[in-house]
């Protein structure tokens, strides 16, 4: 008996040949230094910031230099499989507006690579493995759990390297009849990949982002397929997808560098040749003085669908995280405040290659930037179309009167230095509630210097009536809130109050502050001027009188 018979056994099914499947999947006619890139996660939960950086990663190369960026979902793991998993990572990159040129989204293929889902590729994978058993470089393994579990206790007992390899090959070392007749016996196994690595030889390895490396060969004899005969494991199938799909670049994180010996390998043993690699860094956190690992479990924003329920705007997540794609990016975009972020060119040289230090801070200021270069209308429709999935209560008040909202939003907007207070959508309640009369009941106001309610109602009675004008330009309005400080003993002065505080009672940013309280019941608010002529006078008088 031959391995062809084995491989017959195992696979009896199986009629295509290697050479049908590479018919199927022609060589991509791309130009000189165009790329292809393939995002390529686990449907196994919600898409993650480290997933998210890689997928930028993807679409920036191919917007630098041509080529194609497809999305493949590996799907092997079912055990850990999400349910609509598939269909949320693509909600998460159509919201980000990182949409691959061909995927596999609702039903609906777009390339001519597909199936893009790899559990509908596994009469594929199942053409290539009984390849691999034909010509003797795979093998079925009959090992229990109870056997390897032994031979993991009796390396570590020994302190050697823990693995299936060299002397531990048990069933490796099993003749073909042997095979066959624990198959027909209906002993379970699986298929492992029979390496021809010695672990005392060193390769080169090249990495985009660390350089060369100097790695141990692989002699670990892997499971590409599990006992259940359909799917194979992570390591057997990106090394056929990414071949069959052409893909010039992999992008991953660096968990897998210990691995790519094994790939590589896999990838010699077709006599295909290896993609270019990409390892991205780690994703720390800083946490008080210590730095640590971003947690799924443990860290908010380790989840990219935290990012869109508090309203953060889709393009300032992108460039908080083009600062930890690379090290000189913030300096290029200070540098070109008005290009976009796909005019900067990635170099993978310049990526932290010990770990990205990812800061919500530095991401709330880019946010804030932002979201004061909207115009009223801009801010108006993404704001209000957020509301209407996170937030109800600013759904209402939009709803409420549309131009009113616009107005606000208007406050400080639209001119040179325009106000930075808003970082997310999520904040724009807290920071206009006040602006609305059926909101502005059982106040808790935040007086400043001035506390005596008697004097403020005196200050308040004499504004509104004696100074108060609805068609004031700014200039007047403030000059009159000056004659009023005077009035009452108050510096209109800053310079003069500085120079002689005994003087006055207070300066007129006492005055102006008694007034900004007593209108919307915070110190800090956005122009006062403006706030005024939103409200008018009447509704200035009725604010004045709750006091």
Known sequence: ??????????????????????????????????????????????????????????????????????????????????????????????????????????????????????????????????????????????????????????????????????????CRKLSVEEAINKIKNKEPYVIRFKSNGDFENKIWVDDLVKGRLHLSENDIDDVIMKSDNLLPTYHFAHVIDDHLMHTTIVVRGEEWLPSVTKHIQMFEAFGFKAPKYVHTPLILKKEGESVRKISKRKDKEALMKYYEEVGYPSLAVIESVMTIINSNYEQWHQENPDKSFLDFQFDPKKMSSSGALYDLVKLEDISKNIISKMTKDELYSKSYEWSKKYDNKLQSLIEQDVDYYKNILNIEREQEKPRKDIAKYQDIYNLIWYMYDDLFTDISYEWGSITDISDIKNILNIYINDYYNDNDSKDEWFAKIKILAERLGYASNMKEYKKNKDKYKGNVADIATVLRVALTSKKNTPDLYEIMQLFGKSRIQNRFSQI
């Open 1 to 170: 008996m031959t391995n062809k018979d084995l491989a017959n056994l195992i696979f009896p099914n199986v009629t295509k040949t290697v050479e049908d499947i590479e018919k199927m999947y022609p060589k991509r006619q791309l130009k000189e230094n165009e790329e292809v890139t393939r995002f390529a996660p686990s449907p196994t939960g919600f898409m993650h910031i480290g997933n998210f950086m890689m997928a930028l990663i993807d679409y920036i190369i191919v917007n630098n230099n041509g080529g194609v960026f497809y999305l493949r979902n590996e799907d092997t793991d079912k055990n850990r499989e999400v349910d609509d998993a598939i269909n949320l990572i693509m909600d998460t990159l159509k919201h980000y507006n990182i949409v691959p040129d061909e995927y596999e989204y609702d039903n609906k293929v777009v390339g001519n690579y597909g199936p893009y889902i790899q559990s509908k590729r596994m009469e594929i994978y199942h053409v290539y493995i009984k390849h691999l058993i034909e010509i003797g470089r795979a093998y079925p393994c009959f090992c229990t759990p109870e056997d390897l579990n032994l031979m993991r206790e009796r390396q570590e007992q020994t302190k050697i390297r823990t693995g299936y390899y060299g002397r531990f090959t048990k």
